[in-house]
């Protein structure tokens, strides 16, 4: 191998580490095969930092539901929550989304502890044009069963705002979230709801109505009538 040849491997080698510096150091980790994803998850899962991803399969469900919609692996283990069977983002993460797209916007109208209203506007022809209006309100909330719980009284100008985004996000965002998209806090109060209502008791578990017992009237027994032991054994008897 000629010296000039010894360069230019050098000159490559140096070349791919600085090309693979500036890759995690843009972006953090760049996963490129499912080992790497399964690597990674084996961390994250070990490190006891995401409580509802402690083993790897739930760890790679999460950042792989990620990973279709653009998001940064750490970025899924903390925003994406998979609540009964479906994926989920945190209001943030979906207003990061919506913002990061380049195709969509929203401008914040009125948010008090009352209501919260966005409008949603789309890139179109180089201008950005208004589609529509998302809001949510109290009475929203109250209408729907929600508007007394813990959460929606503590801090309701963040669980308004995860409402109003949820519902732009699907009405006018779609193409960015692949579909119907949900925040944690929507599918945890639908859960709610459904465990509050009353169940019909069934008949079989239906208590027992109380047994009938009929007076008995007491017999009169005639000392004549009794005749030995056995005469008076019946008597005890019928009596």
């Known amino acids: 191998m000629t010296e000039n040849n010894k360069k230019e491997q050098q000159q490559k080698g140096v070349a791919m580490v600085l090309h693979k ?15 790497d994803l399964k690597r990674f998850c084996s961390a994250s899962a070990a490190s006891g930092y995401f409580k ?20 940064p692996p750490i970025a899924s ?53 208004a589609v529509g209006v998302s809001s949510f309100t109290m009475a929203d909330a109250s209408k729907a069963g929600i ?20 519902n732009g996000a699907r009405w006018y965002c ?28 069934a008949a079989a578990n239906a208590a027992p109505a109380p047994e009938v017992v009929e007076d008995k009237k007491p017999v009169k027994i005639n000392p004549k009538n009794l005749k030995g032991a056995k005469a008076i054994k019946e008597a005890l008897k019928n009596g």
Not at 52 to 71: R, T, Y
Not at 104 to 117: G, P
Not at 147 to 166: D, E
Request: a negative charge.
């Open 174 to 201: 779609a193409d960015i979230f692949t579909g119907a998209i949900y925040t944690t806090e929507e599918i945890q109060d639908d859960i709610s709801i459904v465990q509050d209502d009353p169940q019909p008791v």
């Open 147 to 166: 508007g007394g719980r813990a959460n929606w009284k503590r801090y309701p100008k963040n669980m308004l705002f995860a409402r109003a985004i949820s």
């Open 52 to 71: 509802d991803a402690q083993d790897v399969a739930k760890a790679i469900v999460k950042v792989q539901a990620g990973m279709e919609l653009g998001v």
């Open 77 to 129: 283990m903390a925003g994406i929550h998979i609540v009964e069977g479906k994926p989920t983002l945190s209001s943030g993460l979906i207003a990061s989304r919506i913002k990061a797209s380049g195709k969509y916007r929203f401008i914040v109208k009125k948010h008090t502890e009352t209501e919260c209203e966005l409008e949603f506007k789309e890139k179109l022809d180089g201008a950005w044009e």
């Open 21 to 35: 510096q500036e890759e995690v150091g843009a972006r953090g980790i760049v996963l490129h095969s499912f080992e």
